[in-house]
């Protein structure tokens, strides 16, 4: 058996009365990215949601660490990292009190300090004040991305990372996934962009 820290075997999911995927197995290990590719509507995000324990499969488990997530979501949770779709951010609160609440809810009070050096890293110096609904697309993705590194977690699960960024944007992204496999991360990605990530990267395919 696999001793790779996330392992999901058997999984099934339905949405409406549309079979997406049946019989999913999937097994990742320190330092990999796993790249789900697949048209519209493939199931991509539902894949993501099931393995980053927010809907339940139809038949199928997931096991974090042996365990199932099922069963086991506050641990999980405190290793694995969630970005959806949207940057899931408070309109009338900057980046700077937007990062500070998501840090308080997950790992205590966090230092403005910290979280600023974060916000200049992603090319937000200047921004951190401005509240969310005064930023760009782009922007409030960049935000959304501080979380990666201000919540230092072994699994990252991404849902079109991408959306919304630039060509330095796209850029950033790939140096902070290389950083993180590099130092045995993992990382779970959706992406119609082709992206060239250096490391141990494979694919599955939901087509
Ligand atoms: N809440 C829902 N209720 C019913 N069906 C849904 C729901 N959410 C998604 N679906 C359906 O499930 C299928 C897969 O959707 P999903 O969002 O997982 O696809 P995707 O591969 O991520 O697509 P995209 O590349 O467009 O983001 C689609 O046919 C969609 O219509």
New binding site residues.
């Given amino acids: 058996m696999s001793d790779a820290p996330l392992r999901a075997a058997g999984l099934e999911c339905i949405?409406?009365d549309?079979l997406?995927f049946s019989g999913l197995n999937l097994n990742l290990s320190p330092s990999q990215l796993l790249q789900v590719e697949?048209?519209?509507?493939?199931?991509?995000?539902?894949?993501l949601r099931v393995l980053a324990g927010l809907s339940r499969p139809a038949e199928g488990e997931v096991l974090w660490r042996g365990l199932d997530i099922q069963h086991n979501r506050a641990a999980y949770f405190t290793e694995m990292v969630y970005m959806g779709h949207a940057p899931g951010l408070k309109a009338e609160l900057s980046p700077l009190e937007n990062l500070k609440v998501s840090a308080a809810l997950r790992e205590g009070p966090a230092d403005d300090a910290r979280i600023e050096a974060a916000l200049t890293r992603v090319g937000l110096g200047g921004f951190e004040d401005v509240p969310a609904r005064g930023l760009s697309a782009g922007q409030k993705q960049r935000t959304a991305l501080c979380r990666l590194l201000l919540n230092p977690v072994p699994l990252w699960i991404l849902d079109?990372p991408f959306t919304a960024l630039d060509v330095r944007g796209i850029t950033l992204v790939r140096e902070l996934l290389e950083a993180h496999l590099a130092e045995g991360g993992m990382a779970l990605m959706?992406s119609?962009h082709a992206l060239e990530v250096r490391g141990d990267c494979r694919s599955l395919n939901?087509s």
């Fill in positions: 949405r409406g549309r997406l697949g048209a519209n509507g493939a199931g991509k995000t539902s894949l079109e959706t119609h939901l």
